[in-house]
Structure formats: structure tokens, C-alpha cells
């Protein structure tokens, strides 16, 4: 049998995870390929890019899809497991479970915001918009673009959270030296405090050698739980213990709408806040956690060239 597109993927893995086991992607992937018989060429064919096998990919994107519509839950690093809605799909006997067939689910219908097309390229959004003789060439290569950037964003928010909050605190300690902040001329530039003895600070950057301006972190490592007005005040109060007046507060969820109203119209401290969804989207920005996996050079005709050639 030939290599299955992505959605081809989606309802045998479903199958495979039926077992109420935990999956490891490398095992779904091997898994797959003896189900479906794959030759050992078909196993080791590779993207364009060269860093992963083609089937690899598909099961990436398949994982994700069935994600997305409920049907499978990471529950570890590179790992599934089906869910309650994922078993009651398996129950009514699909034949196939493509794209275009999750869009019943609502959160997976509103994350896509329009009717997905099946199709065998290697990232989905490449079939799907391929269907709409609307776009223009660069237009779909931005939203595939997009996708992609939207799949990784959702691996890194998992991952994160999979971690331990002292891993967390790192990574926003990592993410805001790497957006320039902190003394670049001297060691020390950052460091995160002892547990212990944090007084209600988990981090602190000097923004110079002496350490007469400094931003003071504080980082939450929560899955669901939201971030309250009462948290920011005592954020607050702890830059008040330390005569500071900037702060930069992270969470892994969201702030609540209380929150953020008191830090734009109440505090007098400068503070920021960066809940899961920017935390990631900076990560990304900046390359923390995350590496470049090909760049594409595209070819314009040099117009400047011609024009001599008329003159």
C-alpha cells in the first residue's frame, strides 16, 4: 500500500489507540507502517526539507487533527491516548475520518474557520487550499505557513505544560533574555530565585552591570486555572517589598478579565502579562524551544534586469 495522506491516517491510529493504552509517536508511526504493509522505502522516504521521514510527518499532522477534534489527548511528551468522544467515533463505524468529516465537532470547525478539503499533500493546509481557485500561490503558502506555526505553538503550550514549574520558570527566564532584555555585558543577567525564599519573585533580570534597573518575573505554571485580580496584587506587592517598578508576569492559561483590568487602569507598577497562548507565540518568534526546519527561497523575476535590456 502506498503512504496514507494525513487524513488517510487520522481513523487507523484512532484504531490503534482504541486499546486505552499510551502511545509514543514513534510507536504509532512504526505501528502504522506494519498495519499497512509499507515497504521498507515507503518507511524511510523523506520530506523535502530531509529531518524527518514523510510518514513521520503525516502522523504528526494526523495526531494533531485527531487533537484538535477531541478525539485523542497528549497526555505526555510525543505521547496519545484516545478520548471518551474518540471512542464513541470508533463506535459508529466510520469508514473514514477525514478533515472534512471533524468538522462536526465545533472546536475543531471553529480552529479551521472554513470547510477543509481532503488532499495528499505533505502539510494539510496545502490540499486544502489548493481547492479554492481564489487564493493566489503566496496566499496559500501563508496560510500553510500558519498552520504550521499553529501546530508547533499547540506542541510547545503541551510540552510546557508536561514539564515541571521549575522547568517553566526557565523557559521565561530563557524567552525574555532572548528578546533582548537583561545586561548582555555581564554574567548574572538573569537568574531565577530559590523556591524557598522567592517573597513572591521567581525570577529577576538586570537590565544593567549594577543592577539599579531590574524587571522582577513571576511565573504560574497552571493547566486550567485562570490567573485572578487577587494574584496581580500581591505581584505587586511583592515589586513594592523590592522598590521595583517594572514586572513582568507569566502564566501557562490565561488572566482573567479582573486581572487585566487592574493592570491597566489600577496598578501603578509597570506590569506586563503573557498568558499560554503569547508565551508560546514568543518562543516561537524568538527560537526558544523551537528550531528552523528549512527556509525556502522564492524566485521573483528581477524586473530591474529586463528593464536594461529595453534601455
Same mark, same amino acid.
Request: hydrophobic share 40%; aromatic share 12%.
Given at each position: 500500500m502506498a503512504l496514507p495522506t494525513y487524513d488517510q491516517a487520522i481513523l487507523p491510529i484512532l484504531k490503534l489507540l482504541a486499546d486505552g493504552n499510551v502511545w509514543a509517536a514513534r510507536q504509532i508511526t512504526v505501528t502504522l507502517a506494519?498495519?499497512?504493509?509499507?515497504?521498507?522505502?515507503?518507511?524511510?522516504e523523506r520530506t523535502p526539507s530531509g529531518k524527518q521521514t514523510v510518514l513521520r510527518s503525516r502522523v504528526h499532522w494526523a495526531t494533531y487533527y485527531a487533537k484538535r477534534a477531541g478525539l485523542l489527548e497528549s497526555t505526555k511528551r510525543g505521547a496519545y491516548a484516545i478520548t471518551d468522544r474518540g471512542r464513541a467515533v470508533l463506535a459508529e463505524r466510520p469508514q473514514k475520518l477525514d478533515a472534512e468529516?471533524?468538522?462536526?465537532?465545533?472546536?475543531?470547525?471553529?480552529?479551521?474557520?472554513?470547510?477543509?478539503?481532503s488532499g495528499d499533500a505533505e502539510e494539510p493546509l496545502a490540499a486544502e487550499t489548493s481547492s479554492d481557485p481564489g487564493l493566489t500561490p503566496d496566499q496559500r503558502l501563508d496560510q500553510a505557513f500558519a498552520e504550521i506555526k499553529e501546530s508547533v505553538a499547540?506542541?510547545?503550550?503541551?510540552?510546557?505544560?508536561?514539564?515541571?514549574?521549575?522547568?517553566?520558570?526557565?523557559?521565561?527566564?530563557?524567552l525574555l533574555l532572548a528578546m533582548g532584555y537583561g545586561d548582555r555585558?555581564?554574567?548574572?543577567?538573569g537568574f531565577v530565585t530559590q523556591r524557598s525564599r522567592d517573597e513572591g519573585i521567581d525570577g529577576v533580570i538586570k537590565q544593567d552591570p549594577l543592577g539599579l534597573e531590574n524587571i522582577y518575573l513571576q511565573a504560574k505554571h497552571y493547566t486550567d486555572k485562570s490567573v485572578g485580580r487577587r494574584e496581580i496584587q500581591?505581584?505587586?506587592?511583592?515589586?513594592?517589598?523590592?522598590?521595583?517598578?517594572k514586572g513582568v508576569?507569566?502564566?501557562?492559561? $490565561?488572566?482573567? %478579565?479582573?486581572?487585566? /483590568?487592574y493592570v491597566g487602569k489600577t496598578s501603578s507598577k509597570r506590569i506586563v502579562l503573557i498568558d499560554g497562548q503569547e508565551l508560546v507565540r514568543l518562543m516561537i $518568534?524568538?527560537? %526558544?524551544?523551537?528550531? /528552523?526546519?528549512r527556509n525556502l527561497s522564492i524566485p521573483r523575476i528581477d524586473l530591474d534586469y529586463f528593464d536594461a535590456d529595453s534601455g
Open positions: 506494519d498495519q499497512l504493509g509499507l515497504t521498507e522505502e515507503e518507511r524511510q468529516s471533524l468538522l462536526r465537532f465545533p472546536e475543531f470547525a471553529e480552529w479551521v474557520g472554513k470547510k477543509v478539503a499547540s506542541d510547545l503550550l503541551d510540552r510546557i505544560l508536561q514539564g515541571t514549574w521549575a522547568f517553566f520558570e526557565r523557559v521565561v527566564m530563557d555585558g555581564g554574567p548574572g543577567a500581591e505581584f505587586a506587592g511583592s515589586l513594592d517589598g523590592h522598590r521595583a517598578h508576569f507569566v502564566t501557562t492559561s $490565561r488572566f482573567s %478579565v479582573e486581572a487585566r /483590568e $518568534r524568538y527560537g %526558544v524551544g523551537v528550531s /528552523e526546519e
